[in-house]
C-alpha cells in the first residue's frame, strides 16, 4: 500500500498511549489498533479530524504517501474533476 500510517510515531512525540487516544476521539482500541497498522482500506475525514484535533497536529503527520515497490502509478487515477 503506498499510504503509510505513521500514528505510533505521533502518539511517541505526544507522550500518549493508544488507549488514552481511543477515548479522547471515541473510537474502539481494537480499530485504533487497526488503522496503526495500516490494516485499513480508509478513514472517515471525523475521524481524522479528530485524531488531528486530540494530538494537535496535520493529516500529513501522521499518514505519508510513498510509491508501490514498482514504482507504477494506479492503473486508473480519478481526475480532480471526478473527486
Keep these: 500500500m503506498a499510504i503509510i500510517v ?17 477515548e479522547r476521539i471515541g473510537i474502539s482500541e481494537v480499530n485504533l489498533s487497526l488503522l496503526k497498522s ?6 472517515r475525514f471525523e ?20 510509491p508501490d515497490a514498482e514504482g507504477a502509478a494506479p492503473e486508473n487515477p480519478s481526475s480532480p474533476a471526478e473527486l
Design 47 to 66: 475521524t481524522l479530524s479528530k485524531i488531528c484535533a486530540a494530538l494537535n497536529c496535520q493529516p500529513g503527520d501522521i499518514l505519508s504517501y510513498e
Design 38 to 43: 495500516g490494516k485499513v482500506k480508509g478513514i
Design 6 to 22: 505513521l500514528l505510533d510515531v505521533m502518539l511517541a512525540r505526544r507522550k500518549m498511549k493508544s488507549r488514552e487516544l481511543a
